[in-house]
């Protein structure tokens, strides 16, 4: 199985990167999330498309009990007064990104929140090639 998440990641690569001709992506919700948690928190990115266009992005991260890191507001503060940044802030504006630039994502990285869209990036792009294909299971997707 881990040499399948691999090369998704990597035909996902290629095909984000402008190698190739790019697949339509088939209208569904299409689910890509980390593989182990870190630090406590599992990241995945949920997408919806429809009409082959990116419609809804949902980035987050989550406990194994499920519950979501944006809604922590003691790790929001605390986040926040050491980094200038918190989950509800750069989740939403990675998303926006996706959403906004679709299949030619590149990403703006937030200071303070650079691991997290190191895996934003690796996510969205397996997300993209599950999407691609019309897979709609959950991929587990390998980050470290």
Not at 23 to 30: L, P, T, V
Not at 64 to 85: E, R, V
Not at 90 to 101: C, F, I, K, S, V
Not at 112 to 136: T, W
Request: hydrophobic share 40%; aromatic share 10%; glycine share 8%.
């Amino acid at each position: 199985m881990k040499k399948n998440v691999l090369l998704t990641i990597i035909t996902a690569a290629l095909l984000l990167g402008g190698c190739g001709s790019q697949a339509e992506m088939k209208d569904g919700f299409y689910t890509a999330e980390t593989a182990e948690y870190s630090h406590g928190w599992k990241e995945y990115v949920c997408i919806m498309v429809k009409d082959s266009a990116i419609v809804s992005v949902e980035f987050n991260a989550k406990d194994p009990s499920g519950y979501i890191k944006a809604w922590d507001n003691a790790y929001m503060q605390n986040m926040y007064a050491g980094t200038g940044t918190y989950p509800n802030e750069y989740t939403r504006l990675y998303g926006a990104q996706l959403l906004e630039q679709q299949e030619d994502f590149q990403l703006d990285a937030v200071s303070g929140a650079s691991h997290s869209g190191q895996n934003f990036e690796k996510l969205a792009a397996a997300v993209m090639e599950q999407a691609r294909r019309g897979d709609a299971t959950t991929i587990q997707v390998e980050t470290e």
